[in-house]
């Protein structure tokens, strides 16, 4: 994988990776489903290093070991380490913990609400760190896959057309919510 040059002007130009995106021979796969990919395998390698069960049991408590494993598809890991800019911080704090709080709990809520069937958007509705609409939590839902049905079906076990539960939508949301305090807080 190359890092595109910077611009004329030095800023850094954003790394765009895509969701199915790999780099095998860093240990950063893609464990998206393909046609051609047995189920927890990544897509290219086939490699199967994620205990998808004990992912699936969405244990609360397991928090440390959710976040090493999404670490170890490319996507999230390059959503884990891009350095998050201060006044996207800033402006995401002006209103307090409260409000940034609920607007992480509703963006969870509102993107996997609908069954993938019943929704066009799926999967193309959370901006990414390069586009000009991205908040605060949108960095979480990538990094915690609470951006899409597809994401949250293979890494938290939750079916695209299955009625997702309170319970599940409280232990997702408070997913993206602790993936913000690590790395967009502490927040007091």
């Known amino acids: 994988m190359t890092t595109p040059a910077a611009p004329a002007d030095d800023k850094p130009r954003a790394l765009k990776v895509s969701c199915t995106a790999t780099d095998c021979a860093a240990d950063l796969h893609c464990f998206k489903p393909s046609s051609k990919s047995a189920p927890g395998a990544c897509r290219e390698c086939g490699i199967t290093p994620i205990d998808f069960e004990r992912l699936h049991a969405r244990d609360p408590t397991d928090l440390d070991h959710t976040f090493r494993a999404l670490d170890r598809e490319l996507i999230r890991h390059h959503m884990n380490h891009i350095e998050i800019p201060i006044d996207l911080q800033d402006r995401a704090l002006r209103r307090g913990l409260e409000v940034l709080h609920a607007r992480t709990d509703n963006a969870v809520r509102k993107t996997l609400a609908k069954p993938r069937s019943m929704n066009a958007w799926d999967g193309r509705s959370v901006p990414f760190p390069w586009s000009k609409s991205v908040q605060l939590h ?51």
């Open 138 to 188: 949108h960095y979480a839902q990538h990094a915690t896959a609470t951006c899409c049905r597809v994401c949250a079906a293979y890494w938290h076990g939750i079916g695209k057309e299955e009625q997702i539960s309170e319970a599940q939508f409280v232990y997702l949301s408070s997913l993206a919510w602790e993936w913000l305090e690590r790395h967009a807080g502490p927040f007091e």
